[in-house]
């Protein structure tokens, strides 16, 4: 049989619901037998975006506000001797504000 590797990329905005998200694939993933190896969660360096906004247009240019945006990411790897793994993951319910991609390679 032919091993076939999945990527599974998940970002989000929140740090909990990416954890949240993980715990929730991995779960699914050790009850099934075809797979071989799992690696991961791997986390990858926070991303952040910081943003200076002045509080009027006019005046008071002294009095701005500051925000900033921080983007998680996370990967988990996956080998399998079956391709009904990668059905399993699509089907698989996980909380809105995760963003997912799965890759398969050989």
């Given at each position: 049989?032919?091993?076939?590797?999945?990527?599974?990329?998940?970002?989000?905005?929140?740090?909990?619901?990416?954890?949240?998200?993980?715990?929730?694939?991995?779960?699914?993933?050790?009850?099934e037998k075809s797979i071989i190896n799992i690696s991961g969660p791997i986390s990858f360096p926070t991303k952040k975006r910081s943003y200076c906004v002045l509080r009027s247009p006019?005046?008071?240019?002294?009095?701005?506000?500051?925000?900033?945006?921080?983007?998680?990411?996370?990967?988990?790897?996956?080998?399998?001797?079956?391709?009904?793994?990668?059905?399993?993951?699509?089907?698989?319910?996980?909380?809105?504000?995760?963003?997912?991609?799965?890759?398969?390679?050989?």
């Amino acid at each position: 049989m032919s091993k076939e590797k999945i990527r599974i990329i998940l970002q989000s905005f929140n740090h909990i619901i990416l954890n949240n998200s993980c715990k929730k694939i991995l779960e699914v993933l050790t009850g099934e037998k075809s797979i071989i190896n799992i690696s991961g969660p791997i986390s990858f360096p926070t991303k952040k975006r910081s943003y200076c906004v002045l509080r009027s247009p006019h005046v008071n240019k002294d009095s701005r506000e500051q925000f900033e945006i921080r983007r998680y990411k996370k990967i988990i790897d996956i080998q399998s001797n079956s391709k009904e793994i990668m059905n399993i993951l699509l089907l698989l319910d996980l909380s809105p504000g995760v963003s997912t991609e799965l890759f398969s390679y050989k």
